[in-house]
């Protein structure tokens, strides 16, 4: 005779037993993102428009934090996204001291949360099926290994945005950089910085901002986005463009495109110097036409 099987209770989930949800219909996140691309693809529209499970997940999360008094920062693709670059994520990241996160799990697991297996430090939204991963103060970014870039006190590194506190800048930037430089398996932290770069049109001086370790590779991924030699270009319009401020552009070290400025409309503009096509939003060549 066959014996039906049951989903873990809490109570089994308490004593040590395999992991199950507090709501045994729900699908991880992740898993329903996977399993059905159609839904995938509608919950991707809708986390663009600031309305999905994950932002839902994060403002449940930070929300609880702040009711228990845990100093936290919003990290990793949530906070590029508010910083600038916007790409889909799949979990909400937290960064908390050692005894934020004991707090955390004394007073959330079994109240809509529940770690994905047993030891865990990171929990489950039980609701919403999305994972919450949790950075710890003093660890290190990106292998793990000793570094001269640790993570930080949230209570030093946060800003206040739309009511919930994230990691500011150039703290995300040097964790980024710090855990890319670390090994090829986080290679994807480079591209977000490099992608950050180009969507938020970061300057190249904000490396003189970043912890030395990081310095040079922020500057190296800048050239990739604004390389040396290129040559870049920009319409201005013929009735905005005064006298006045013509001179002040060359003077600057742009030059009049004499080909393309033959437009009644447009006088073209170009330079060769990253800095200024980036100061004056100047398109690479490559994208005009011919």
């Not at 005779?1 to 109570?11: G, V």
């Not at 969507?199 to 490396?207: E, I, M, T, V």
């Not at 390389?227 to 005064?242: C, F, K, V």
């Not at 060549?285 to 005009?288: D, I, V």
């Given at each position: 005779?066959?014996?039906?099987?049951?989903?873990?209770?809490?109570?089994t989930?308490?004593?040590g037993?395999?992991?199950?949800?507090?709501?045994?219909?729900?699908?991880?996140?992740?898993?329903?993102?996977?399993?059905?691309?159609?839904?995938a693809?509608?919950?991707?529209?809708?986390?663009?428009?600031?309305?999905?499970?994950v932002?839902?997940?994060?403002?449940?999360?930070?929300?609880?934090?702040?009711?228990?008094g845990?100093?936290?920062?919003?990290?990793?693709?949530?906070?590029?996204?508010?910083?600038?670059?916007?790409?889909f994520?799949?979990?909400?990241?937290?960064?908390v001291t050692?005894?934020?996160?004991?707090?955390?799990?004394?007073?959330?697991?079994?109240r809509?949360?529940?770690?994905?297996?047993?030891?865990?430090?990171?929990?489950?939204?039980?609701?919403?099926?999305?994972?919450?991963?949790?950075?710890?103060?003093?660890?290190?970014?990106?292998?793990?290994?000793?570094?001269?870039?640790v993570?930080p006190?949230?209570?030093?590194?946060?800003?206040?945005?739309?009511g919930r506190?994230?990691?500011?800048l150039?703290?995300?930037i040097?964790l980024?950089?710090?855990?890319?430089?670390?090994?090829?398996q986080?290679?994807?932290?480079?591209n977000?910085?490099?992608?950050?770069?180009k969507?938020?049109?970061?300057?190249?001086?904000?490396?003189e901002?970043?912890?030395?370790?990081?310095?040079?590779?922020?500057?190296?991924?800048?050239?990739?986005?604004?390389?040396?030699?290129?040559?870049?270009?920009?319409?201005?319009?013929?009735?905005?463009?005064?006298?006045?401020?013509l001179d002040?552009?060359?003077?600057?070290?742009l030059?009049?495109?004499?080909n393309?400025?033959?437009?009644?409309?447009?006088?073209?503009?170009?330079?060769?110097?990253?800095?200024?096509?980036?100061?004056?939003?100047?398109?690479d060549?490559?994208?005009?036409r011919?």
């Open positions: 005779m066959s014996t039906a099987l049951t989903p873990p209770t809490l109570a989930v308490q004593q037993a395999t992991v199950a949800l507090e709501n045994p219909e729900c699908v991880p996140y992740e898993q329903r993102l996977n399993q059905n691309s159609r839904w693809l509608s919950e991707g529209s809708v986390f663009f428009e600031d309305k999905g499970a932002q839902q997940a994060m403002r449940r999360i930070a929300k609880r934090l702040d009711e228990l845990v100093p936290y920062a919003i990290v990793g693709g949530m906070a590029l996204f508010q910083h600038g670059f916007r790409r994520t799949e979990d909400v990241d937290i960064l050692r005894e934020g996160l004991k707090t955390i799990h004394e007073n959330l697991e079994g809509g949360y529940l770690p994905p297996f047993t030891g865990s430090k990171h929990l489950r939204d039980t609701e919403l099926g999305v994972k919450v991963e949790f950075l710890v103060a003093g660890g290190y970014p990106g292998d793990g290994k000793p570094k001269p870039v993570f006190d949230p209570v030093t590194v946060a800003e206040v945005i739309d506190k994230y990691l500011r150039t703290s995300l040097e980024k950089l710090a855990s890319g430089m670390s090994s090829e986080r290679a994807k932290d480079l977000d910085i490099q992608q950050l770069i969507a938020a049109h970061l300057p190249l001086d904000l490396a901002q970043l912890h030395p370790y990081v310095q040079e590779t922020y500057r190296t991924l800048w050239s990739f986005e604004w390389p040396a030699g290129r040559r870049y270009l920009r319409a201005w319009p013929r009735e905005s463009l005064t006298p006045e401020t002040g552009l060359l003077a600057e070290g030059i009049v495109d004499a393309r400025s033959t437009d009644t409309q447009f006088v073209f503009l170009e330079t060769t110097h990253p800095q200024i096509a980036f100061r004056y939003d100047m398109p060549e490559s994208e005009y011919e």
